[in-house]
């Protein structure tokens, strides 16, 4: 099951796994837990701590899609996703957040996010997630 | 013997005083020749002032003529004194010899010659001896009244010229006795009266003395108004002169006012049923119109007279002392109306109470109304009773001073709350009596009640806003662990059903799941250890795990909003006395407000430090500095206040509260505005007297804690 969907737009992950799902959250336990998730899910994936380990990674350009943590200290989630609009990547997001308030899903989708998670959500949650950010775009670019 | 006579009868006439007059005369006589003896005597009712009469009292003696002068020549008696008044004859009985004789025929006789051996002679022989012949008695006569008698006895025969002259003589004798007779009554009478008039006198000059000494006015009047007298007290108390008086001018009733007159009528009618009137007080006009008050009290002169004497006496100062005192009076029963205080004696020995109107009010009787403990306990509250009897048995035992606070329950069954002060005092008998003073604190009382009340309301809503803060965090908090449970258990299951299964995988994921439940067990664990403290638990804590416990806890929701948190904390931060959640409750409330400050903020790093030190003064100080918006001079002062904020959703009574729980740790709390942008507020608390078993109480408290930040 893992390996029967199609994806859009692929880039290519590392060592023919799927496509490359970054994770950035300061939170421990999300750092340790959702990697080996995304990878039973047949996708790549690298895990960031904070918005800033992300940037100088490196890992932009190979990143098909960005699992990030709304609330970090220093740079914020959406402060992130500022900044790669203003350099220009579209990278489709999904938003992870422990705040649970349907707010912050208008507000997101508003802001162009791909998805948003409320913690703790299931791994079939997720892999819906991912499928819709890999989907080609839907979303006009903004 | 004419003109020897003649001249004597002019000597006489110029002698006044009567002792002389009759010595004069029977000198005189006896000194002519052939006069033998000349003797005078007098009746005894008869009494003249004389200087030799001095031995001699004859005032019951009836019988007999007294003799008061006497002279003579005699020729055969030698040693004999013959104006010797003491001797033989110097009482001679009326019915005896010629002069007892003439007394009682009050006729003269002149016995021109006659022998010794007549029956008539008293002493014949005297008469032989001296040779006597002739006698001439004369009786003194006045007026028609017998005085008495003189009588002249001769050796030669004596012609009637000679008993002429002898009767010439005994009148002005007479003449002369009644004349000193009479001087002696009108001296007796002027002495009489001059004693009368010196007792008189002494009543009266004591009297006067009084008048004049003007220690009360005196004053005299008629019945119709006429003012007759006054001393000088009087004037000036009605600051009249003395020409007003005498002009006339001056009656009495324009003295009194209108007010005064019936009173003044019935004091007329006392005066002159009784003739006194006894003392009354009234007032007088001045002279000026002004007002004097006097206390009055006369009596008439004479019984049924018209003239009057009075004293008056000026009362202004005692009026101005009753004023004072009423004065004082209403000022101390106002001031007790004001303060709610009344006061009250009793003397224990007699169980005499005596009450202030305003404590009558306190106690809700009548004004008035006897008092006895028996009524005061019926409205002591009935939990407060036996305090009251111990305080009863106190005062009877002679307690010095003492104070106590009890309540009273009223009729309507409300409570009032009473602080009494007693001293006890002895009065003018030396018997034990208390003084005291109660107070209603019910207003007080309630009002602190109320306060205290709100306060733990206002601690109360608080905790609850913090808690929903904190149960914001603590969710939070959870829903990592949680997260990390659910996404580990859903690998877990991927990994098992893959073909073939990645047990290793799986292993670790269920490894991690443990671990995430046992940091979600923690997280309650701490918030079971942070809540389970009962209201005010007062202990030694440690400031420093205190905050991390509360910066762990608040995390979460400040990282949510970019807050970076630094802590310094100070190693072995002395330990100090608190309340754990209380204090909490202020470290939280310090970093919600630091973040608050800092929402606006894009444009630096919303940073806040928490830092821990000792402080001067055997404290220690924690402060929570932000990079927020700051404070205004104008705000500063007000942060402080309850329901003062700026923000928009806020309630502002954090910091109220705050302050409150520190000023409870004898501590303060405090805010600065920073060099930099934003503020720092801080709270310094005293030290606990540290212990070496504290120390151990420390380590084991470490257990729960997360480790620093």
């Not at chain 2, 007999?64 to 004859?89: C, K, M, T, Y």
């Amino acid at each position: 099951m893992p390996h029967s969907f199609v994806m859009g737009c692929p880039k290519s992950g590392s060592r023919n796994r799927g496509p490359l799902l970054s994770v950035v959250d300061d939170d421990q336990s999300v750092r340790e837990s959702l990697p080996d998730l995304i990878r039973e899910l047949g996708f790549a994936a690298r895990v960031f701590s904070s918005a800033e380990d992300f940037l100088s990674s490196g890992s932009i350009d190979e990143t098909s899609c960005l699992i990030l943590d709304i609330a970090m200290p220093g740079m914020s989630g959406p402060e992130l996703q500022q900044e790669l609009k203003s350099r220009g990547q579209k990278i489709p997001i999904i938003f992870i957040t422990g705040q649970k308030d349907e707010a912050i899903r208008a507000l997101m989708h508003k802001q162009g996010a791909a998805g948003l998670l409320f913690k703790p959500f299931s791994d079939a949650d997720l892999l819906t997630a991912i499928k819709t950010a890999l989907r080609p775009l839907e979303v006009p670019p903004g | 013997m004419a003109g020897p006579l003649l001249s004597l009868a002019v000597t006489v006439t110029s002698e006044q005083h009567v002792e002389f007059v009759l010595r004069k005369i029977v000198d005189g006589l006896a000194s002519q020749p052939g006069v033998a003896l000349v003797r005078i005597w007098l009746l005894p009712s008869v009494h003249i002032p004389t200087a030799w009469q001095e031995g001699a009292h004859y005032q019951n003696e009836i019988e007999h003529l007294r003799l008061v002068a006497s002279a003579g020549n005699p020729i055969r008696s030698p040693g004999e004194d013959w104006s010797f008044l003491q001797g033989r004859f110097s009482r001679f009985p009326l019915n005896i010899g010629k002069v007892g004789q003439v007394a009682a025929d009050r006729h003269p006789i002149f016995i021109k010659d006659f022998a010794p051996q007549d029956t008539w002679v008293v002493r014949p022989e005297w008469a032989e001896r001296e040779e006597i012949r002739s006698f001439a008695g004369h009786p003194l006569i006045f007026q028609e009244e017998l005085l008495g008698v003189i009588g002249l006895f001769s050796r030669r025969a004596l012609d009637e010229q000679e008993f002429t002259w002898l009767g010439l003589f005994a009148n002005h004798a007479a003449v002369a006795i009644a004349n000193a007779r009479a001087f002696e009554e009108v001296a007796e009478r002027q002495k009489g009266e001059a004693e009368v008039r010196e007792l008189a006198s002494g009543l009266e000059a004591k009297i006067r003395r009084l008048v004049e000494a003007n220690v009360v006015g005196i004053v005299m009047f008629s019945l119709e108004g006429a003012i007759t007298g006054a001393n000088d007290a009087f004037l000036q108390m009605v600051q009249y002169s003395r020409e007003d008086l005498a002009t006339g001018r001056v009656v009495w009733m324009d003295l009194t006012p209108a007010e005064w007159r019936a009173r003044d009528e019935r004091a007329i009618t006392e005066l002159q049923t009784t003739g006194v009137f006894r003392p009354f007080e009234k007032e007088y006009f001045r002279k000026d119109g002004s007002r004097v008050p006097v206390l009055l009290g006369g009596a008439l002169f004479e019984e049924s007279g018209n003239e009057c004497v009075a004293f008056s006496i000026d009362l202004s100062e005692q009026k101005q002392a009753e004023r004072a005192l009423r004065r004082s009076e209403a000022f101390l029963a106002e001031g007790q109306r004001l303060g709610q205080t009344g006061s009250y004696s009793w003397r224990v020995a007699t169980g005499e109470i005596t009450w202030s109107e305003q404590l009558y009010r306190i106690y809700e009787f009548e004004i008035g109304v006897p008092l006895t403990l028996d009524l005061i306990r019926t409205r002591v509250h009935p939990e407060d009773l036996t305090l009251y009897e111990k305080m009863v048995e106190q005062a009877r035992n002679g307690e010095n001073d003492f104070e106590w606070h009890y309540r009273l329950l009223m009729a309507d069954h409300s409570v009032k709350y009473l602080h009494a002060v007693a001293r006890a005092t002895r009065d003018q008998n030396g018997q034990l009596e208390y003084i005291a003073a109660i107070q209603d604190v019910t207003a007080r009382r309630v009002s602190e009640e109320a306060r205290d009340k709100a306060r733990s309301e206002l601690a109360h809503v608080a905790k609850v806003m913090s808690l929903g803060t904190l149960a914001a965090s603590i969710a939070h908090e959870i829903n990592q662990p949680l997260s990390g449970i659910v996404t580990n258990a859903g690998t877990c299951q991927r990994m098992l059903a893959a073909a073939p299964p990645n047990v290793d995988g799986a292993l670790e994921t269920a490894r991690r799941t443990i671990r995430d439940a046992n940091r979600a067990s923690e997280v309650i664990t701490r918030l079971r250890a942070l809540f389970s403290r009962k209201e005010t638990a007062t202990e030694s804590l440690d400031l420093n795990e205190a905050t991390r416990e509360v910066i762990a806890l608040s995390l979460s929701g400040l990282q949510r909003n970019q807050v970076v948190v630094q802590a310094e904390l100070a190693e072995h931060l002395p330990l100090v006395m608190g309340d754990r959640v209380q204090l909490q409750q202020v470290i939280l409330n310090l970093l919600r407000n630091a973040a608050d400050a800092m929402s606006t903020i894009d444009d630096r790093p919303r940073e806040l430090l928490v830092r821990t030190e000792r402080a001067e003064g055997n404290q220690v100080r924690l402060s929570v500095k932000d990079a927020g918006i700051g404070f205004t001079p104008e705000a500063a002062d007000k942060i402080f206040e309850a329901f003062y904020t700026t923000k928009t959703d806020g309630m502002g009574i954090g910091l109220s509260i705050s302050r409150s729980i520190i000023e409870t740790h004898q501590g303060r709390l405090w805010a600065t505005q920073n060099d930099g942008p934003g503020s720092t507020f801080s709270f310094a608390i005293p030290c606990a007297l540290e212990r070496v078993a504290d120390a151990e109480t420390r380590v084991n408290r470490t257990d729960t804690s997360t480790g620093a930040v």
